[in-house]
């Protein structure tokens, strides 16, 4: 088992910062990929970034590329999400998911969530 739980949402002004954590406890924090998904009200669950075991490679949906920056600390079990020049869209529940393959496809495990809200 592997507990997720997150912080460091809140409310920020269109073109602020947040910094996501989520720190991990339970089973080897570096035997997963990680995850940053989200969920706006009425729509569907959205991978937004995720990294490798080692934190050697990561990915970003289009959306977020060159605003937002996920990294992990392996040794704290923990996994960040800086979230730069935030947008009124990026309004919705973050959550952390775990995953046990190379990549993240069907995580195993997922946090509580943490609402971010950007007003314009």
């Known amino acids: 088992q592997v507990q997720l739980v997150e912080s460091g949402g809140g409310s920020v002004q269109a073109g602020g910062s947040l910094r996501l954590s989520c720190a991990a406890s339970g089973r080897t924090f570096s035997s997963y990929a990680m995850g940053w998904f989200r969920q706006a009200p009425g729509k569907e669950r959205e991978l937004v970034a995720a990294?490798?075991?080692?934190?050697?490679?990561?990915y970003y949906a289009d959306s977020v590329k060159g605003r937002f920056t996920i990294s992990r600390d392996n040794a704290k079990s923990t996994v960040y999400l800086q979230m730069n020049t935030l947008k009124p869209e990026d309004t919705a529940v973050y959550y952390c998911?775990?995953?046990?393959?190379?990549?993240?496809?069907?995580?195993?495990?997922w946090g509580q969530g943490t609402q971010v809200t950007v007003s314009s």
């Open positions: 998911a775990a995953d046990g393959h190379p990549r993240v496809t069907t995580p195993d495990y």
């Open positions: 990294i490798t075991r080692s934190g050697s490679s990561t």
